[in-house]
Structure formats: C-alpha cells, structure tokens
C-alpha cells in the first residue's frame, strides 16, 4: 500500500486566498483524521471521520474552515479565506477501527501539507 | 486546555547514552498512552504504546513507563542511536488520541 497520500506537499497563497488540501486514505481503513501542526501547539486534532461521516469537528478553529469526505478514499480541507495565522503544516491520518488493544489501530500519518499564508 | 503536555521543547544526548523523554498528562480517561516519532518532511509514525493498566512496557531500545499517581509517562531510548534524532509525541487516547507539543531528540555522533 503507499499509505496516506497528501497533497499538495506544499502552498504558499496570499491572504484571503481559498486553501484546498487533500488526502487519501489508506484503503480498508474507516476513520481518517485531520491535524494541525504548529510550534506552539504541537498537533491537534482538528476533525475525524468515521465512514466518511464527520464524528468530532469540535477542534476545527473557525467557521473559514470546513472538511468533507465524499467517499472512504478522499477527504478535502478547505480554508477560505486564509489568513496568516493558518500556516503550519496540516496532516491527515487514517486508521481501521478507533479502539486500541495492545497498541493495534494506530493512526498512519501522510507526509503533510506545508500551508504558508502570506 | 492541554491535556497532554511536553515541557521539554529539545533534548540533546551523546550517542551510546540513554535518551529520557518527559510527558505529563491531566485526563484520568485516557485507555492508552502513545509515542510517536517524527523526522524531517515526514509524517509521525508509531513508535510504542502503553496501556493505563500498565506501568512498563518495553520494545528493543525502547521503554515506556507509566506513573499514574503522577500523571506521568517517560520514553526510554537507550543506547541512544544518531537515528533517532527526531521529534517525539507523546499522545494519550481515550476516545481519540491527544498529542503533545512535542520534544526535538538530538543525538550528537
């Protein structure tokens, strides 16, 4: 399998720019998780899909942020419009299943997007 | 709130020695405790976990240890190894998982 596949890798926008970051799961695998990492804060979690239904979007900042999951092998972030303090690197991650028994079910992280708003 | 806290931004350590990596914790629910591992232009990957039932749990180089009275965990890398300069993420899980900040491993060759 290649594992998560993110894209782009990097992007650099003006402010007020719409943002659109993308990922593929892993296939088979049902949940798929959005992080956000930043110096300050380290990763956070900002929603996670089960099934592609949004189960948690309680750490998504603001309302100029939205995700979707179309189907079980594409998830979208969508920033608009940007803003400087949204630069970080953003990663998606999936997993089968969300329970942990003996350290199985860990989350496989993409490689991130590089989000730079000017 | 951070629940999962690394106070620790950087940590430098000659090769050969043992690495000591802190993290603290304040929910009582978390199941499992959690390290990742993180280098350059990468995603993190797994590293080791923890159950909250456990107070050791030991993988090759690597040992985690669990103090739940002090809300307390440590990574221990030894011997230490220049790869395994990274950062490390500590994560707790209870119904998801909850990462810290983060701490930059150095091993100096």
């Known amino acids: 399998d290649a594992g998560v596949i993110q894209s782009p890798r990097h992007e650099v926008t003006e402010m007020g720019q719409e943002v659109t970051l993308r990922c593929k799961p892993i296939?088979?695998?049902?949940?798929l998780f959005w992080y956000r990492q930043t110096m300050m804060r380290g990763l956070e979690l900002l929603i996670y899909f089960n099934n592609n239904v949004p189960i948690d979007d309680s750490g998504m900042p603001e309302d100029r942020f939205s995700a979707k999951m179309p189907n079980a092998s594409f998830s979208t972030l969508k920033i608009q419009p940007s803003e400087p303090r949204d630069s970080a690197v953003y990663f998606c991650?999936?997993?089968?299943?969300?329970?942990?028994?003996?350290?199985?079910?860990?989350?496989?992280f993409g490689a991130g997007s590089r989000l730079t708003v000017l | 709130d951070q629940q999962v806290k690394q106070n620790s931004p950087s940590l430098s350590v000659q090769e050969g020695r043992i690495s000591i990596l802190n993290c603290d914790y304040t929910n009582s629910m978390f199941d499992y405790f959690l390290w990742y591992k993180k280098y350059p232009a990468e995603g993190p990957t797994f590293l080791i976990s923890?159950?909250?039932?456990?107070d050791k749990n030991e993988d090759g180089r690597f040992t985690v240890f669990l103090n739940k009275s002090a809300k307390h965990l440590s990574l221990h890398i030894v011997p230490s190894q220049p790869g395994d300069s990274a950062v490390y993420f500590c994560?707790?899980?209870?119904?998801?998982?909850?990462f810290g900040a983060g701490t930059i491993l150095r091993v100096k060759s």
């Open positions: 296939s088979g695998h049902d949940y």
């Open positions: 923890i159950s909250s039932i456990k």
């Open positions: 994560a707790g899980y209870g119904n998801k998982l909850v």
């Open positions: 991650a999936s997993s089968y299943g969300q329970g942990l028994s003996s350290g199985a079910n860990v989350l496989t």
